[in-house]
């Protein structure tokens, strides 16, 4: 009896479609689940409070920052302005997003007036404002 021999396999090569596959999808995957900080770069320091706000974190973000003995500044959305152009910036964000809430964000060191002065401006456009503080730094257990 005469055995058929097999004909001597072909040399196969990798398939790289299937690993570049893998690899996107993990590329896709991490990317998609991902916590992005969505925080403005104005470096405040909040106050401290042992009960931090909790409310709607704001479209918009007005934050104040302490100048030394001069006026605070005032960033609209990353953005300095002056009292007059922070008027016209809320009136223009009023008109697409009226009654959405704007977070403001004050150096610890601002007067607590020039902080009621800045969200009594956007209440009067129509915002719901929350005042932005953080919680204290935990204590540490030690002798």
């Known amino acids: 009896m005469r055995l058929l021999r097999q004909p001597a396999a072909e040399a196969r090569f990798l398939d790289l479609a299937p690993v570049a596959n893998v690899v996107l ?3 896709f995957f991490f990317l998609l689940s991902w916590s992005f900080v969505l925080q403005p770069g104005i470096e405040v320091r909040l106050p401290v409070t042992s009960f931090p706000s909790t409310s709607q974190q704001g479209r918009y973000v007005i934050s104040l920052k ?3 003995g001069e006026a605070p500044l ?3 959305d990353e953005m300095a302005v002056d009292e007059e152009a922070l008027k016209t910036k809320l009136a223009a964000a009023a008109e697409e997003h009226f009654a959405d809430w704007i977070t403001l964000n004050a150096d610890e060191s601002v007067p607590q007036g020039r902080v009621q002065q800045v969200a009594a401006l956007a209440m009067q456009k ?3 404002v929350t005042i932005a503080t953080q919680r204290p730094a935990p204590a540490a257990n030690g002798p």
């Open 126 to 128: 129509g915002f719901r």
């Open 25 to 27: 999808l993990l590329v």
């Open 74 to 76: 005032i960033f609209f």
């Open 66 to 68: 302490a100048a030394g």
